[in-house]
């Protein structure tokens, strides 16, 4: 099955971040990444996946009204998962069977941002931006 972007329904594409392998969307620029793919690209960049601020991955999430994402894996609608640290949120969407994250356009380095400088994710949106380029603001 070619997995689809949650949210423009086009075929996703592969690319390789350093040893991980993530499904990219060309239209939206939204990430899917497969369960321990996060933690695997922070560890090949150098930072620390075993931060305390990963918890949210054991959260469970709601099923939000106004949007119906589905996973790439299993077709399953994906939940909403609110992520708050020192003041910022973040709203996630991942697959309820465990499959893996939806990350928008941005949302990966705007999570990674939110760990403490001593985690080292920042070496790991700096590896984002040489890859995807800056996020543009709007």
């Known amino acids: ?8 329904d086009v075929a996703l ?3 390789r971040l350093r040893d991980v392998e993530v499904d990219v969307c060309h ?3 939204g990430l899917w990444l497969d369960a321990g793919e996060l933690e695997s690209l922070m560890r090949a960049t150098g930072a620390t996946p075993d931060d305390p601020l990963l918890r949210f991955l054991e959260q469970a999430g ?3 009204r106004d949007r ?3 996973c790439p894996r299993c077709d399953r609608r994906l939940s909403e998962i609110s992520i708050e640290q020192e003041g910022r949120s973040l709203v996630l969407e991942r697959c309820p069977a465990g499959h893996g994250l939806w990350f928008d356009a941005g949302e990966l380095e705007r ?4 760990f403490p400088p001593a985690s080292g994710a ?17």
């Open 1 to 8: 099955m070619m997995p689809v972007c949650p949210k423009c």
């Open 122 to 138: 920042g070496r790991t949106v700096d590896f984002l931006h040489e890859l995807f380029g800056s996020p543009t603001k709007t």
């Open 62 to 64: 709601r099923a939000p």
């Open 111 to 114: 999570l990674l941002a939110m």
């Open 27 to 29: 239209r939206c620029r």
């Open 68 to 70: 119906k994402y589905l």
């Open 13 to 15: 594409l592969l690319a």
